[in-house]
């Protein structure tokens, strides 16, 4: 059974209809445990190729020497900066606003 017809019987019966495939049988009794199982694997395949495609475009971008945003050294860097070089900088203030007040701890 292919993908495709799993998915379209999942979509066109509820799990207490009868089942699409003529049986008589309730659709959770004949074939949903089966397409279930059938959409998740392909869905999971999908999800493993798309996942090695992007590790793949990562790894080129790493070799040309250039980086998707958010990755590579110099994102890692920039993430270190200090408080006080982002507060000369206007970006943070000086001093974290979370801290308890006086007397409170």
């Not at 059974?1 to 009794?29: I, T, W």
Request: some cysteine; charged content about 30%; hydrophobic content about 30%.
């Amino acid at each position: 059974m292919s993908f495709e017809e799993s998915q379209q019987r999942h979509k066109s019966a509820n799990r207490n209809d009868a089942c699409p495939c003529g049986s008589g049988r309730k659709y959770k009794k004949c074939h949903w445990a089966e397409d279930e199982t059938a959409i998740h694997a392909e869905l999971k395949l999908r999800e493993e190729a798309a996942k090695a495609a992007l590790d793949e475009e990562n790894a080129k971008a790493e070799a040309e020497g250039t980086s998707t945003e958010g990755t590579g050294k110099a994102a890692i860097k920039n993430r270190g900066q200090s408080m006080s070089s982002l507060a000369a900088k206007g970006r943070a203030q000086a001093r974290p606003t979370n801290l308890p007040r006086r007397g409170a701890v």
